[in-house]
């Protein structure tokens, strides 16, 4: 597609229920991102897969979250059992290529996850 | 390990003032640099970016230079607008990561 698409754009779940988040990146790019942005906080590092690679998840925060991308393009994260701390903005991203080689990463539109 | 200290805002400007937004990163290796900005209700994009020591990116009246004795990447515009209002965040990047700043809040005032 034209940019990186995420659903839903807004959610409201019950503290202890799952939600899944969707993030379709932009055509051809190998690189995916996921990120989180707590109110007046800066953008927390959540996961990155990298064409057939092992994901890092080094950012994910507690086992709850996990997140999967499915024939190199779709990706979903999943938040299990949600909890009221887990109330962000959850933003995707997706470069044609890894960050090392100084590609630009294009956000979506992002996901407003409120548990309550 | 890698990461980045941004100049804590708000910031509030008068319309037409000169602005600058520090921002100093540690990093493994040779990062790239980039400064993002969301305007109100909108999501990130990128403003401007610079890929090796020295060069300097700009956009839209801004001008960033990738500073790397200082490891430095300071966000400098000459006369701001109502329209620059948001929030800018600086990204150097290496590996595997984006390592964003907390973001610096930018209001301008006619």
């Known amino acids: 597609g034209a940019g990186v698409s995420q659903s839903p754009s807004n959610k409201v779940t019950e503290k202890g229920k799952d939600v899944e988040l969707r993030c379709d990146p932009i055509?051809?790019?190998?690189?995916l991102y996921w990120y989180r942005q707590s109110l007046g906080q800066g953008l927390e590092f959540l996961i990155y897969?990298?064409?057939?690679?092992?994901?890092?998840k080094s950012g994910l925060p507690s086992d709850r979250f996990s997140a999967e991308r499915t024939g190199g393009s779709v990706s979903t994260l999943t938040i299990q059992r949600t909890q009221q701390e887990d109330s962000a903005v959850y933003l995707c991203?997706?470069?044609?290529?890894?960050?090392?080689?100084?590609?630009?990463?294009?956000f979506g539109e992002g996901s407003w996850l409120t548990v309550v | 390990g890698n990461s980045v200290t941004q100049m804590e805002g708000p910031v509030t400007l008068s319309e037409e003032a000169f602005l600058t937004i520090n921002c100093t990163y540690t990093?493994?290796?040779?990062?790239?640099l980039f400064w993002y900005v969301q305007y109100p209700g909108e999501g990130l994009q990128l403003l401007l970016k610079?890929?090796?020591?020295?060069d300097k990116g700009s956009n839209k009246g801004f001008e960033a230079t990738y500073r790397k004795e200082t490891t430095s990447f300071h966000l400098e515009k000459g006369s701001v607008q109502v329209s620059d209002s948001a929030v800018y965040f600086c990204a150097p990047n290496t590996g595997n990561q984006f390592y964003f700043g907390t973001g610096t809040s930018l209001t301008v005032i006619p």
């Open positions: 991203a997706s470069s044609l290529q890894g960050p090392h080689s100084g590609n630009t990463i294009y």
């Open positions: 897969f990298q064409g057939n690679s092992a994901p890092d």
């Open positions: 055509s051809g790019h190998t690189a």
């Open positions: 990093a493994t290796g040779y990062p790239s």
């Open positions: 610079a890929t090796k020591a020295d």
